[in-house]
T-cell receptor, first 111, second 112 residues
């Protein structure tokens, strides 16, 4: 399958902003997703962005999409300890409803 | 409540002993998948199913089987487990439209 790349680890102080980056491969993707995995749990959809958008804001979350560079980022404002988790970007790839996930970025929030 | 359930949540077994991990969803989704999660590798798709009796290989299908006799159930079968199948397994079902994936809680498997 196609490779969706993320850095593996990010550490920030509580109250700072976090920026998690992702590089995807399929320029024809209709949507791009961010999933969150809390310790001991499955993944949950955090947010998504349509490919015809450059930015989407949802409370503390801002998603930026640079289609030219195939770069997706997730910014979390005022990061809290409850934001500590693994964050996966994902894109539809290949055929019917197949989704390819990145390697995941583990966010550690230091109190 | 919309959910995906998996059983068992934890399983320790020995090499070669057949096992089945069940998965069930109550959202009437047509598309379901199995993934394994390993450190540094993210989620890799094992098998997926587009509807009843329609299944296909994902990226890492070797050593696994699936079946889809009913829309709500999608069991994962390991006929002869080996230690390299020690992993965290997730079942997911996908909504139409935005293709949101709903994940089960995971099954942690240890093959000795």
């Amino acid at each position: 399958g196609e490779d969706v790349e993320q850095s593996l680890f990010l550490s920030v102080r509580e109250g700072d902003s976090s920026v998690i980056n992702c590089t995807y491969t399929d320029s024809s993707s209709t949507y791009l997703y961010w999933y969150k995995q809390e310790p001991g749990a499955g993944l949950q959809l955090l947010t998504y962005i349509f490919s015809n958008m450059d930015m989407k804001q949802d409370q503390r979350l801002t998603v930026l999409l640079n289609k030219k560079d195939k770069h997706l980022s997730l910014r979390i404002a005022d990061t809290q300890t409850g934001d500590s988790a693994i964050y996966f970007c994902a894109e539809p790839a290949g055929g019917y409803q197949k989704v390819t996930f990145g390697t995941g970025t583990k966010l550690q929030v230091i109190p | 409540e919309a959910q995906v359930t998996q059983n068992p949540r934890y399983l320790i077994t020995v090499t070669g002993k057949k096992l089945t991990v069940t998965c069930s969803q109550n959202m009437n989704h047509e598309y379901m998948s199995w993934y394994r999660q390993d450190p540094g590798l993210g989620l890799r798709q094992i098998y997926y199913s587009m509807n009843v009796e329609v299944t296909d290989k994902g990226d890492v299908p070797e050593g696994y089987k699936v079946s889809r006799k009913e829309k709500r159930n999608f069991p994962l079968i390991l006929e002869s487990p080996s230690p390299n199948q020690t992993s965290l397994y997730f079942c997911a079902s996908t909504s139409a439209g935005v293709k949101t994936q709903y994940f089960g809680p995971g099954t942690r498997l240890l093959v000795l």
